[in-house]
T-cell receptor, first 115, second 113 residues
């Protein structure tokens, strides 16, 4: 069965430091990969996605993620975080199943940026 | 602007009461979803619908019911059979194609009185 594992439940980091949020998935078929961000008491917003082509994808606010097929990973990185990046981040995969495509979410990683 | 509207933002349930959470979308999406979010557990799928008048159980459907009479609307009823309903409920929708991300509403927080 397909699954998504976010290896860290919480990541505290100082402002302007780099950060990496780790995501591994298990699937024997091709997948599409997504990172979402959730601010307190809000829904999830798409941060970036990997569909095909270049394995490095970027968002408009400085985050990037790299698809590594051999390691089945899709880690999220940012070279310098801001206080406003404090949020919960969810990794998700979309895989084809018997009833069509299914999206599987990881348990989330809470990023806490300290001044 | 297109989007998903969930209402109410906060909801309180008494013992033995059914409550209904509203979800409306104007994105013309075929598929709609309900998730339950508890701290540290990520999102768990309750029900989903890929077409009007049809819906499927997700991973934790017991104690919940849904309807899909219109493409734009996918209300969720939390019944009295759901013994632990306190959670944050999220509605989402997308185009039925694997490359398309899900769009989310801002959620409803349900608490027990």
């Amino acid at each position: 069965a397909q699954s998504v594992t976010q290896l860290d439940s919480q990541v505290p980091v100082f402002e302007e430091a780099p950060v990496e949020l780790r995501c591994n998935y298990s699937s024997s078929v091709s997948v599409y990969l997504f990172w979402y961000v959730q601010y307190p008491n809000q829904g999830l917003q798409l941060l970036l996605k990997y569909l095909s082509g270049s394995t490095l994808v970027e968002s408009i606010n400085g985050f990037e993620a790299e698809f590594n097929k051999s390691q089945t990973s899709f880690h999220l990185r940012k070279p310098s975080v801001h206080i406003s990046d404090t949020a919960e981040y969810f990794c998700a995969v979309s895989v084809v199943g018997t009833g069509g495509f299914k999206t599987i979410f990881g348990a989330g990683t809470r990023l806490f940026v300290k001044a | 602007d297109g989007g998903i509207t969930q209402s109410p933002k906060y909801l309180f349930r008494k013992e033995g009461q059914n409550v209904t959470l509203s979800c409306e979308q104007n994105l013309n999406h075929d598929a709609m979803y309900w998730y339950r979010q508890d701290p540290g557990q990520g999102l768990r799928l309750i029900y989903y619908s890929q077409i009007v008048n049809d819906f499927q159980k997700g991973d934790i459907a017991e104690g919940y019911s849904v309807s899909r009479e219109k493409k734009e609307s996918f209300p969720l009823t939390v019944t009295s059979a759901q013994k632990n309903p306190t959670a944050f409920y999220l509605c989402a929708s997308n185009i039925l194609e694997g490359t398309q991300p899900q769009h989310f509403g801002d959620g409803t927080r349900l608490s027990i009185l």
